[in-house]
């Protein structure tokens, strides 16, 4: 039984990507610097840009505003991989 369901779970296809419309969090990649956006991504994310020139700016602050505190939490509590 077990077999059989995990056979067709993984035969199960993965919805497609829609790169004729912007994602949100494709725009935040292609601002951040990242390389996983598309052309339309780019796009609408320069055009809030113009409207929002910071954006850039705030949006790389707030990763690093995270990237920070998720590590004081790790050092306050430890890392639970160890």
Do not use: C
């Not at 497609?16 to 339309?40: C, E, F, P």
């Not at 609408?44 to 840009?49: D, F, H, K, N």
């Not at 790790?74 to 639970?80: A, M, N």
């Amino acid at each position: 039984m077990t077999r059989s369901v995990s056979r067709r779970a993984s035969q199960k296809r993965l919805p497609d990507i829609d790169t004729s419309k912007a994602h949100t969090a494709r725009v935040w990649n292609y601002w951040l610097g990242g390389k996983d956006n598309y052309l339309v991504d780019r796009e609408v994310g320069e055009q809030i840009r113009a409207v929002l020139p910071d954006i850039v700016d705030a949006a790389r602050a707030q990763r690093g505003f995270l990237v920070r505190v998720v590590g004081q939490g790790d050092q306050l509590v430890g890392d639970p991989r160890t």
